[in-house]
């Protein structure tokens, strides 16, 4: 089992910038590759970012591309999300994602989940 706890999530201007976190426990960090994904209201929980399990390649929804960046460091067992240029549209709950193996796009391919944190963009 791999234990997921976001934080970072908050309230902020559109143009503005967050980060958000991602604390993992339980296995192996290293050995999972790590995406974030997000939820707005009455919406399906769509895409963001994934990131390799080494952290050497990244992949990008299109939506994202350019203003937000994931990271991770597996010495402190945490997935980063960087997220700049904030627009009212990013509003979401955003969660982060645990797969052994390589990373995916789709929503089926993690095994773990975190609780999520609110995002909120106000224009």
């Known amino acids: 089992q791999v234990q997921l706890v976001e934080s970072g999530g908050g309230l902020v201007q559109a143009g503005g910038s967050l980060r958000l976190s991602c604390a993992a426990s339980g296995r192996t960090f290293s050995n999972y590759a790590m995406g974030w994904f997000r939820q707005a209201p009455g919406k399906e929980r769509v895409f963001v970012a994934a990131?390799?399990?080494?952290?050497?390649?990244?992949y990008y929804a299109d939506s994202v591309k350019g203003r937000f960046t994931i990271s991770r460091d597996n010495a402190k067992n945490t997935v980063y999300l960087q997220m700049n240029s904030l627009k009212p549209e990013d509003t979401a709950v955003y969660y982060c994602?645990?797969?052994?193996?390589?990373?995916?796009?789709?929503?089926?391919?993690?095994?773990?989940w975190g609780q999520g944190t609110q995002v909120t963009v106000s224009s």
């Open positions: 990131i390799s399990r080494s952290g050497d390649r990244t």
């Open positions: 994602a645990g797969r052994p193996g390589g990373w995916a796009v789709a929503y089926s391919s993690y095994d773990y």
